[in-house]
């Protein structure tokens, strides 16, 4: 990459970064050896310390997502108490491997060695150091499994209809009037009929960040019908006796 243009990304993302690319920060890894996939998104990268002491140590893969404050090491420095008390220089330094579609939660610490696979969930706060399998959700310090992602995709839709009946309360009693379809976030397969016209009609945010357009509106249309014909009636079952909308 042209070095003025390398320049350029990093002054606005340290000086600027609200006006910074969604891609910027990638460029800026990759340009230092790391290797980054496609679709990958660092949320926050200004708050964020990625190792970039030896970028041939670190991998991330694609369509990855990672929240702010997150700090990934592919090193330590203990080897300055070893070096005071024994007088040898120890050094140290591992692979750090995150795999593909992962997402790691806010404040998250990735140590130096760990092997993340594939399609994993990292709970916000998480001090993770180890290996861990595709397909699992791991939280705590230190980091553990938890459940399986086929455990957490049946929790998170059972919760889906009561997170939003949540939602559309609170927005009502807040505001004293009834949200929008885009006030609620990605509620929306709850009520809208699997068709493409339907579907950009509405003006829904279905370009998801770090995600394939077409692919999520072929799964959309393929999808089972949504849970109600439409979305007044979707506030009337929320709202439950508050909302006078069209039965």
Request: glycine share 8%; charged share 25%.
């Amino acid at each position: 990459m042209n070095k003025l243009k390398l320049f350029y990304i990093k002054i606005r993302m340290k000086f600027f970064p609200f006006w910074a690319k969604k891609y910027d920060f990638n460029i800026i890894l990759k340009a230092s050896g790391i290797k980054v996939g496609k679709g990958t998104i660092f949320y926050g990268p200004e708050t964020m310390q990625i190792d970039r002491s030896r970028p041939y140590l670190l991998s991330i893969g694609e369509y990855c997502k990672i929240t702010s404050n997150v700090i990934i090491l592919t090193h330590d420095y203990s080897r300055s108490v070893l070096r005071r008390v024994y007088g040898d220089v120890v050094g140290e330094g591992r692979k750090t491997y995150i795999g593909n579609n992962v997402f790691i939660g806010m404040g998250s610490i990735i140590l130096m060695g760990t092997h993340i696979g594939n399609n994993v969930i990292v709970g916000a706060g998480s001090v993770v150091s180890g290996t861990f399998p595709d397909n699992v959700v791991i939280a705590g310090n230190p980091a553990r499994i938890i459940r399986t992602l086929d455990e957490h995709y049946k929790i998170k839709k059972n919760k889906m209809l009561s997170d939003a009946k949540e939602c559309v309360n609170a927005f009502y009693e807040k505001y004293h009037i009834y949200p929008s379809i885009n006030d609620i976030g990605a509620f929306w397969p709850l009520f809208l009929k699997r068709e493409k016209e339907m579907l950009i009609n509405s003006k829904v945010n279905w370009h998801l960040n770090g995600d394939e357009p077409e692919e999520i509106l072929m799964a959309f249309i393929q999808s089972e019908p949504p849970m109600f014909e439409s979305y007044s009636k979707f506030l009337n079952y929320c709202l439950s006796g508050k909302s006078n909308l069209d039965k």
